[in-house]
């Protein structure tokens, strides 16, 4: 039976209705009267076309009917799903089914379109060396740090049931404006985000230029988006243009918050490099080059990876050298970026771990202590004339790098074998050789004896139950970096220490070595010697030894992210993104 209007429906979701009705009645009209053009309905043609402007035309066309047909496909679904009715003609199952497969095939002609286009736009400026990159060459998985909670899940943000006293809208024309603004404040407040540097900042200029790199890495890899530049001039006339629909929104979404710490250190240094020249394609007004530059960055450049990436795991695997590895650890911890430590980790519990580290000693690992003597009785076996006393003696060890440039460095390490408590053994990089500061550099002995008291007539240099470092142990040493790889240029070195005391009384024991090396009373001294440096060099912008009575602007990865909002898009953000804060919430707050 037919639906009839007066009983089953209020007034309001009858117009709704209607509205529904007639608004895919219009659409489908539209689709009737377009022209098919054959040249853009065959492969061939399409593969073979050599003009970017006649393209474009295709392009327009098959986008419009690929909409139109979108919009019939979804306008039946939508009535079928919300209303129930049986009263309007959306046509039988049949037709439906013909509309989706006729969309499939448009689909279909778009991307070959699309990609045609984008071979000759790439043809055009030399650079087909896009094409022959590696899309998985690195992990793109999403462990940045920030959420991606879809913001419908807010009810703040749907107007259709709430709004009772509105004008009476197309409930699917709603639906997808709303899908539209959803996906383009996504980008917005994640780009915000990436923005939080005060306008005071030096850098603040720079990381808008990195936040444009960020998004030309993006699109210059997606045909669709490619061949989208191509009308505008800029990244910003892109994101400002308030006529792109929900399919562009959507791909430029997915491109921009999928791009891996691999992708963000290109950008970066697509940003910072000196060196100009090489292989590039121009993508919204800036270069996307081929190659890195390999020039070394400022410490203040590794608050523009972090602002956006916020994984520190993450961002070792973008590290390429040791100095890399140090220069990034170290502003981490000056400018007290919180970052998730899941796998690697840069703070430990122990007092002065951070000025160690600070100071370009990169422990792989600074584990809890373990007991360090210990007797027990040991039933030898029945070849034995009774039981046997056991003593063992353990040392504590660390693993770890330092710079192969860094004077200091070796400064320390000298200091180390100096050290009475101290046993050393370094490499320096992959082909040097082992150096051991004693004949032999252990880890635990043991020894042996009938009684507990005769345990102590028996030396220690005379056991031969030792375990001893070996060559190989110096990979442990070796930091993780690029891709997960260990990076074998550097200074690798297992400190043992034989001396009394914890974990805890080795690392102070270490951290007086540093102090001397750089000629300071105690970590304080120390950590002030050494943040003093970048902070007269302007690489850091805040103090926070407490030793200047400089006032320096606040760190360049903690902001105001409404501010930046505002900053960056010329506009308020909008009333329920201010009413809900939690939008803006890192997802690393939980470590």
């Known amino acids: 039976m037919p639906t009839v209007d007066g009983p089953l429906w209020c007034p309001r979701h009858n117009e709704e209705r209607l509205k529904l009705y007639a608004n895919y009645k219009a659409h489908h009209a539209l689709l009737d009267t377009l022209v098919d053009n054959p040249a853009c309905s065959d492969v061939t043609t399409i593969l073979g076309c050599t003009a970017l402007p006649l393209l474009k035309e295709w392009n327009d066309c098959l986008r419009l009917k690929y909409n139109l047909l979108t919009r019939c496909i979804e306008a039946r679904?939508?009535?079928?799903?919300?209303?129930?009715?049986?009263?309007?003609?959306?046509?039988?199952?049949?037709?439906?089914?013909?509309?989706?497969?006729k969309r499939a095939e448009v689909e279909r002609f778009l991307y070959y379109v699309e990609t045609r286009a984008y071979q000759l736009i790439l043809q055009a400026q030399n650079a087909l060396w896009v094409l022959d990159r590696d899309s998985d060459a690195h992990d793109s998985g999403d462990c940045s740090g920030y959420e991606d909670e879809s913001l419908a899940r807010d009810a703040s943000f749907h107007s259709i049931e709430s709004a009772r006293d509105a004008a009476i809208d197309d409930p699917l024309e709603a639906v997808l404006r709303e899908k539209s603004v959803e996906f383009l404040e996504k980008i917005r407040s994640r780009l915000a985000r990436y923005c939080c540097t005060p306008s005071t900042s030096r850098y603040h200029d720079e990381r808008l230029e990195v936040i444009y790199a960020y998004v030309r890495r993006g699109i210059f890899t997606e045909p669709a988006l490619m061949f989208l530049s191509q009308s505008y001039d800029s990244v910003m006339a892109l994101l400002n243009d308030d006529n792109l629909d929900l399919v562009t929104l959507e791909k430029i979404w997915n491109a921009v918050k999928t791009l891996c710490v691999h992708d963000i250190r290109d950008?970066?240094?697509?940003?910072?490099?000196?060196?100009?020249?090489?292989?590039?394609?121009?993508?919204?007004?800036?270069?996307?080059?081929?190659?890195?530059?390999?020039?070394?960055?400022?410490?203040?450049?590794?608050?523009?990876?972090?602002?956006?990436?916020?994984?520190?795991?993450?961002?070792?695997?973008?590290?390429?050298?040791?100095?890399?590895?140090i220069a990034m650890t170290r502003f981490a911890l000056f400018s007290e970026t919180a970052l998730s430590q899941s796998c690697i980790k840069y703070e430990y519990g122990f007092d002065g771990a951070k000025e160690l580290i600070l100071a370009g000693f990169i422990p792989s690992d600074i584990p809890l202590s373990s007991p360090r003597h210990s007797i027990i009785c040991t039933d030898s076996g029945s070849q034995s004339f009774g039981p046997m006393w056991e003593e063992t003696k353990r040392n504590l060890s660390l693993y770890g790098s330092l710079s192969l440039n860094d004077a200091k460095a070796q400064a320390f390490v000298n200091g180390c074998i100096r050290h009475p408590d101290l046993m050393v053994m370094l490499r320096k990089g992959a082909d040097g050789r082992v150096i051991r500061s004693r004949p032999v550099v252990w880890t635990s002995r043991k020894r042996h004896a009938r009684s507990r008291s005769a345990l102590a007539s028996v030396p220690w240099e005379k056991t031969r139950d030792v375990v001893r470092c070996e060559d190989d142990d110096l990979e442990e040493a070796q930091p993780s970096g690029w891709n997960h790889e260990k990076i074998a240029d550097c200074l690798m070195?297992?400190?043992?220490?034989?001396?009394?005391?914890?974990?805890?009384?080795?690392?102070?024991?270490?951290?007086?070595?540093?102090?001397?090396?750089?000629?300071?009373?105690?970590?304080?001294?120390?950590?002030?010697?050494?943040?003093?440096?970048?902070?007269?060099?302007?690489?850091?912008?805040?103090?926070?030894?407490?030793?200047?009575?400089?006032?320096?602007?606040?760190?360049?990865?903690?902001?105001?992210?409404?501010?930046?909002?505002?900053?960056?898009?010329?506009?308020?953000?909008?009333?329920?993104?201010?009413?809900?804060p939690n939008r803006f919430r890192l997802a690393t707050d939980s470590f």
């Open 267 to 325: 950008a970066v240094d697509d940003v910072l490099r000196v060196n100009r020249e090489g292989d590039y394609v121009m993508v919204l007004g800036g270069k996307v080059f081929k190659e890195t530059s390999g020039e070394e960055w400022p410490l203040h450049a590794w608050g523009h990876m972090m602002a956006i990436y916020h994984c520190y795991s993450c961002l070792r695997t973008a590290c390429k050298t040791m100095d890399e590895v």
């Open 493 to 580: 070195v297992v400190l043992v220490d034989s001396g009394e005391g914890n974990m805890g009384d080795f690392v102070r024991k270490l951290l007086e070595i540093w102090c001397q090396v750089y000629h300071v009373e105690d970590k304080k001294e120390l950590y002030c010697a050494l943040e003093t440096t970048f902070v007269e060099a302007g690489e850091l912008e805040q103090c926070t030894c407490g030793r200047h009575e400089i006032t320096f602007t606040p760190s360049i990865t903690q902001g105001d992210v409404m501010n930046a909002y505002e900053s960056l898009w010329g506009t308020p953000p909008p009333p329920w993104l201010v009413e809900n």
């Open 77 to 101: 679904v939508y009535f079928s799903e919300r209303f129930f009715g049986n009263d309007m003609d959306f046509g039988h199952k049949a037709f439906w089914e013909s509309l989706v497969k």
